[in-house]
């Protein structure tokens, strides 16, 4: 009896998921993961250095090729630049007054999911310059 944990495991190796909707193996490491966490990966820059790793591995007979890695992480929605445009030259730069305008926008724009890991970011921030970085992490200043 193999241990492969592609036929045993109960949940997604990557979020804790279900796995009723089904289940594949990640192309970047030996996880077994749901097809939402599958959906993520294939919208990674790197999903095609990770197939291509893949299928040179197989040619070359590695039956158990871990994968290239995560790079940056798990996986972390490290996609947080959400490429809206915000005009804060000129603005009141009270940091309260910024969050203010960029949650607006991020509204606006259809970005609310944005929102909560914004106010989180900068408000955890140690200096107003931190902040401001954090900001821009989110939006593009104009
Ligand atoms: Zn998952």
């Known amino acids: 009896m193999s241990h492969d944990p592609f036929f045993t495991a109960r949940r997604c ?13 990640s ?3 030996s996880h077994v993961i749901c097809m939402a966490c599958k959906e993520k990966e294939r919208q ?14 197989v040619r070359n007979g590695d039956r158990n090729f871990k994968g290239i890695g995560l790079k940056g992480g798990e996986m972390s929605e490290k996609k947080t630049q959400s490429g809206i445009h915000v005009k804060l030259i000129g603005q009141d730069g ?6 203010g305008i960029v949650l607006r926008a991020l ?4 970005r609310s999911d944005l929102c909560e890991p914004f106010k989180q970011a900068v ?3 140690h200096s ?11 939006i593009i200043v104009e």
């Open 128 to 138: 107003y310059q931190e902040a401001l970085a954090k900001i821009m992490e989110f």
């Open 94 to 99: 009270n940091i309260f007054n910024l969050i």
């Open 107 to 110: 509204r606006r724009n259809g």
């Open 27 to 29: 192309m970047f490491n």
């Open 13 to 25: 190796q990557r979020c804790g998921g279900s796995l009723d909707g089904g289940r594949t193996m």
């Open 123 to 125: 408000t955890s921030s």
């Open 44 to 57: 990674r820059p790197d999903y095609r250095d990770a197939v291509e790793a893949e299928m040179k591995a």
